[in-house]
């Protein structure tokens, strides 16, 4: 009893927290430096996720925005070059920049800015000490499983679902996130998913109740954490 009533209060706190959002604090989802790098074959991120979305705006980029700069997307940025008259490498550098016309980039989800603080404030509890891609990770892994049809339809359900976050339990999650949780957020939202469809993750190091895992299927590792299907 004493520890369903100490996640219940976590929980508490957690919903209670979220709403003490201002206007600056929502404005750090934008800082991501899109255009602050040239983006070649192999880089991944927020900003090549966004160049995704940009260019599929333009009729360009057809595939997932995946934040992965792969093969699509340097056949997008070479159809886009050659049509606005720039060298075809397949390179998104600075001229390439100048000739992008300013777009929104939208997120992949109508949800409400609480949403999104407090898909922060779960990344936050469940991937502190690791670095950008794997945060980004565990954010990806809750909006893969709203795709599903095993777990509920929101942000906010699939977050509060008993028993599923240990973060919830252990009062992590009720820290404030930082930019680059607020960012990794956005990242996921905008489709940059490192784990490749994972609805499931795990740290070996230091789980116990891992009988579960041999029912799923192993996507990839990042960081400390292993994605499953």
């Known amino acids: 009893m004493l520890s369903r009533n100490k996640v219940l209060i976590s929980v508490m706190l957690l919903l209670i927290m979220v709403s003490f959002v201002n206007l600056e604090e929502a404005e750090a989802l934008d800082l991501a430096e899109f255009g602050s790098r040239a983006l070649s074959r192999g880089d991944e991120g927020i900003d090549v996720a966004?160049?995704?979305?940009?260019?599929?705006?333009?009729?360009?980029?057809?595939?997932?925005?995946?934040?992965?700069?792969?093969?699509?997307?340097?056949?997008?940025?070479?159809?886009?070059?050659?049509?606005?008259?720039?060298?075809?490498?397949?390179?998104?550098?600075?001229?390439?920049?100048?000739?992008?016309?300013?777009?929104?980039?939208?997120?992949?989800?109508?949800?409400?800015?609480?949403?999104?603080?407090?898909?922060?404030?779960?990344?936050?509890?469940?991937?502190?000490?690791?670095?950008?891609?794997?945060k980004v990770a565990v954010g990806s892994v809750i909006l893969n499983r709203i795709k599903s049809n095993h777990f509920p339809n929101s942000i906010r359900d699939v977050i509060l679902q008993k028993g599923q976050f240990s973060s919830l339990m252990d009062g992590q999650a009720n820290y404030y996130p930082g930019e680059e949780e607020l960012q990794a957020a956005r990242a996921a939202l905008l489709g940059y998913d490192p784990t490749m469809g994972s609805i499931y993750f795990y740290n070996p190091d230091i789980a116990t109740n891992t009988a579960w895992i041999s029912q799923r299927n192993f996507v990839t590792r990042i960081g400390g954490h292993v994605f499953l299907r």
Request: charged residues 25%; proline residues 1%; negative net charge.
């Open 50 to 134: 966004v160049l995704q979305q940009k260019l599929k705006q333009l009729n360009y980029y057809q595939g997932n925005l995946d934040g992965i700069y792969g093969g699509g997307t340097v056949e997008a940025v070479k159809k886009f070059q050659r049509d606005n008259k720039l060298q075809v490498d397949g390179v998104f550098g600075q001229s390439s920049f100048d000739k992008l016309p300013e777009l929104q980039a939208d997120l992949n989800y109508n949800i409400s800015r609480d949403d999104i603080i407090l898909l922060a404030r779960i990344i936050h509890g469940e991937a502190r000490g690791e670095d950008f891609k794997g």
